[in-house]
């Protein structure tokens, strides 16, 4: 009785979590908050489905989801920030930014 | 320090985009429960276990990727290659980071080769465990990854003609396998059973060289740069690619 009841609080903390740092991922304002963010969300969820009962799942999320999904957004969020810096240094027109 | 990608979005359309979401999550629930209520009990589970001595691999998740829906992960290598296709559309690659210091370089010479390890294990384990060819190749791509920020502007990938041959590598062999069941007379991707659990294996192995390449490339995120930039110390990072493609 106690062991479930220990083991429905669990499930619920971790639920909640997982709802918290998808709120905190899509909430937040600065790309590369919301990439790491996403990658806690990413690793978080491979918790999940590992209590699930679904550790194929979970592998991929860690490896996949979190880990190289989480680095080809982090690099994508400095590629931004390095091209909005370019646009904001030269006001001129913007006939020479980037195609990226 | 804000930089925001974007102005600040409109009220209204992100009212839009929390109740069309809203919306998706009750229609997902609604096809969900219809469904339980139409196929009570456990679907495929039962069919897939008892079909299970046949497939050549004893990990009921390999053997759903690998052999009952084995069509479905080829068109999946073929979306990876697609996405690492516009990638490399993009134009070539920015030069990558500077060369890393000692710290970094003595724990890349550590987990380079624990990862590498650790994605034939859990390729070969993918048989009967937990494991097969996308979380190697994963990990292998993870691998590349660590090379490229330690200063690696092609994150360890061979030039591009290689890499051209190692993208589509798992996808040729998937595709080969097919058609010689298909020519034994058998359907598509119909293995026979005493060469089932061994086609898997080779699929698996080269399906993870492809895998590990196409997430790679994509990592580097453009035309890979051509050899004889490699490393050279005053490479700067966030330098704009000034020569044409």
């Known amino acids: 009785m106690t062991a479930t009841l220990a083991l429905l609080i669990f499930d619920v903390l971790m639920l909640l ?16 908050r919301a990439a790491i963010l996403f990658i806690a969300f ?12 679904a550790p194929d799942v979970a592998l991929a999320e860690a490896a996949i989801g979190a880990g190289l999904g989480g680095a080809l957004i982090l690099s994508a969020a400095r590629r931004a920030r390095a091209s909005s810096q370019a646009k904001a240094r030269a006001p001129t027109p913007p006939e020479r930014t980037p195609p990226v | 320090m804000r930089n925001s990608l974007e102005p600040k979005p409109q009220r209204s359309a992100a009212l839009l985009v929390v109740v069309l979401l809203i919306l998706l999550a009750g229609l997902l629930q609604w096809v969900y429960f219809t469904h339980a209520a139409t196929a009570p009990g456990a679907g495929l589970t039962a069919l897939a276990q008892a079909e299970l001595p046949r497939s050549g691999v004893t990990n009921p998740v390999t053997a759903v990727l690998l052999n009952y829906r084995a069509l479905d992960t080829l068109l999946e290598l073929s979306v990876l290659l697609t996405a690492m296709l516009g990638i490399w559309s993009l134009g070539p690659a920015t030069p990558g980071y500077q060369q890393a210091g000692a710290v970094f370089a003595g724990l890349a010479a550590w987990v380079v080769p624990l990862l590498i390890l650790s994605g034939g294990y859990l390729l070969w384990i993918g048989a009967k465990a937990p494991g097969g060819a996308f979380q190697a190749g994963a990990l292998l791509a993870a691998a590349g990854v660590i090379q490229r920020l330690g ?44 060469w089932a659990g061994w086609l898997i294996l080779l699929i698996e192995t080269f399906a993870t060289l492809t895998i590990a390449t196409l997430l790679t490339a ?21 330098q704009a690619p000034d020569r044409k493609a």
């Not at chain 1, 990413?42 to 009962?53: E, H, K, M, N």
């Not at chain 2, 040729?172 to 010689?180: P, Q, R």
């Open chain 1, 17 to 32: 979590t997982l709802l918290g740092l998808a709120v905190a991922t899509l909430s937040s304002r600065d790309p590369r």
């Open chain 1, 42 to 53: 990413g690793l978080w969820l491979s918790l999940v489905w590992a209590r699930l009962g």
């Open chain 2, 151 to 194: 200063g690696d502007p092609r994150a360890s990938l061979p030039n591009e003609s290689a890499q051209r041959w190692l993208a589509i590598a798992g996808i040729g062999i998937f595709a080969l396998v097919g058609l010689a069941t298909l020519v034994a007379g058998r359907g598509f991707l119909d293995y026979p059973l005493a």
């Open chain 2, 218 to 238: 994509a990592y580097v995120g453009g035309q890979p740069p051509p050899s004889q930039t490699t490393a050279t110390p005053g490479m700067h990072r966030m």
